[in-house]
């Protein structure tokens, strides 16, 4: 039996569960805290920043993976030294630590990404403005997330406080028109799959829909395919790998990696014939990966934020029978992530507002009409 | 939260796992021993024949349900009149455990099924073989399963064993030309939700594979769906009832009945939009009902056999990217279903090859061509 273990006792951890159930993998959660999403695969509770208890969990299973990016990547390397499997590996998921690192290796590979410069000081920030324009989008390169750590900006003062801690990364600030999402797994031995593109839909940073199949072209959807891949090979993913790409009139480019199953993936439960979470687990393995075809023809996915009611769903009022509910178990709290729905079926306008309702009643759903 | 109790451990209790993370219902399941296929859920060991273990275990949840049939019906009344939630109710339920008992209140509500008759004593054989010619089929009142405690019988002999234990049951030897399920949930509130008739294929007295949905006249589909709305109504039924019915030249006739997730239902994870699993749990704990109808055109399940193998799944030869693999993680027996394999599209002939071959590189599959 393959034992997976997984750091981060969150959703993704937790949606790991019936993917393992159904593939016969046991799994096993190291979670920060008692009462995690993911409680019922914890078999570890303590602090992943200490190599001692890393370690020790470590050793309990036959490959490590992750349900967030923040465990130290020297930790990581430490444990690929003493033998173990840690997938994706760390030189790869140093990217998804480090934005000014993603840039860097972006540009090297030629992928198409918003102009950006690297800010240390006054003087880096004046060359970079005058290069991007009076409007820029300023980011922490670590540690932030769902819009956190990212401020659109046009004056030294905006980022001021941030150069302080550290460098500041500066970007072109995109006029696009949507946003989308290329997400494919590569298997531990070199197999790659792809889900058809995706567009995602933000509000306030954070993902609050996703669409599927997005609308693009052949030639363009092949481009991000081809983006996914030579990021996949060139890095060495193992896993899922999620590219979130922005698109403009002058083409697509990308704007953040994620190198495990990831919001925007979340419809593929329902939509596909294999989800995100059976992939990762699949590539993890190394086992062959599942065909990713579509089983509808288009779906929807609306996030749930605050709360999870389960008392307005037994009374059922507004939620539809045909729409899917996975309901993370999170203490309710104004704007968290505490679930989403799913439906699919042939034409998107009708299971949108569908989704969009169903998701209303169940907590707050975010979108601009 | 709901807290669903499941009584027994095996892989009907393992596939309510997936559901009940998605609903997010917490889920604790009482097992035999260490090492069932329902582990991760649970969180007792021990004998459900014990009324103090049981009680015990009825106590840490909100709602009891069952794996299998084998829990005593007096022992269940009881925890109903300690107030505990128990469905199916036992007056229901009792019908499963007890083919005679089934057979008497089938013939109360005025249901088609195989003429029938008691046998305590070679009087009642020669009574009951002059009305039912010379074959029929004996079955042991209660314990049996997947075609034990069944024969084929033409003479005392045949059964003079059985009869010094008890009652036998003897049944006319339907002449059909196919056996199929009319699978449906009723919820605690009353609501009653049925997916299409699907036809299942036994080898030797077990269910191998199930095609969905079953090619029949919409008379005799609405005739199957009213049988199994006047069983679950007129009993009580709390959760998901499937009924096995005989096809002949003469019309549609139940062979049996089981108030839980059954073989025949395995399919509808992949091919309705609600699971019989995570339509059971919404039943019992009193939640809307979700939807049944299929999200493709047809399916095949097929059971996988004696074993399980990985090795043979990581090479990858034969086996299906398309399938769906369900590996209930039990030790190797011959003869044991070990796991089953779903494929859902458009035309039922390709995906039973590919299905069939993909059980075949797991395990043992079992078919006529």
Chains 1, 2 share one sequence.
């Not at 540009?107 to 880096?124: E, K």
């Amino acid at each position: 039996v393959v034992r997976i273990g997984v750091v981060g006792g969150g959703q993704l951890a937790r949606m790991m569960i019936p993917a393992s159930i159904n593939l016969g993998f046991d799994l096993a959660v190291f979670a920060e805290e008692e009462g995690s999403p993911a409680d019922l695969a914890v078999s570890q509770v303590g602090n992943y920043r200490e190599a001692d208890e890393l370690e020790a969990f470590a050793r309990t299973v036959d490959v490590l993976t992750f349900d967030h990016e923040h465990v130290p990547i020297n930790l990581l390397e430490a444990l690929v030294e003493q033998g173990h499997k840690v997938f994706p590996p760390p030189q790869a998921l140093e990217l998804t630590h480090d934005k000014i690192v993603m840039r860097e290796r972006l540009a090297g590979l030629g992928v198409p990404q918003p102009a950006w410069f690297t800010v240390h000081s006054r003087s880096d920030w004046d060359r970079a403005v005058e290069s991007l324009g009076g409007s820029c989008v300023a980011k922490v390169p670590t540690g932030g997330y769902d819009g956190k750590g990212v401020r659109f900006v046009t004056e030294w003062d905006d980022i001021s406080d941030w150069i302080s801690q550290g460098p500041v990364l500066l970007e072109q600030r995109m006029n696009f028109t949507r946003e989308l999402a290329q997400l494919g797994a590569r298997s531990s031995t070199g197999e790659w799959a792809t889900w058809p593109l995706v567009e995602t839909r933000q509000v306030e940073g954070v993902c609050s829909e996703v669409l599927a199949p997005a609308e693009l072209g052949a030639k363009e959807s092949e481009l991000a395919k081809g983006i996914a891949l030579k990021i996949a090979e060139s890095l060495g993913v193992v896993g899922v790998l999620a590219v979130e790409l922005f698109h403009t009139d002058e083409g697509i480019f990308v704007n953040e990696l994620a190198m495990r199953p990831h919001n925007s993936g979340h419809i593929f439960t329902e939509l596909s014939a294999t989800s995100q979470f059976e992939q990762h687990l699949r590539a993890i393995a190394g086992y062959p990966l599942g065909s990713p075809h579509f089983v509808a023809k288009c779906g929807v996915m609306v996030n749930v934020f605050s709360r999870f009611d389960h008392a307005a769903w037994v009374v059922g009022d507004g939620i539809s029978s045909r729409v899917k509910v996975h309901d993370y178990q999170k203490a309710p709290r104004e704007g968290r992530k505490a679930g989403h729905v799913v439906a699919v079926g042939e034409s998107q306008s009708p299971l949108l507002a569908s989704a969009r309702e169903t998701a209303r009643k169940l907590g707050d759903a975010r979108y601009d009409d």
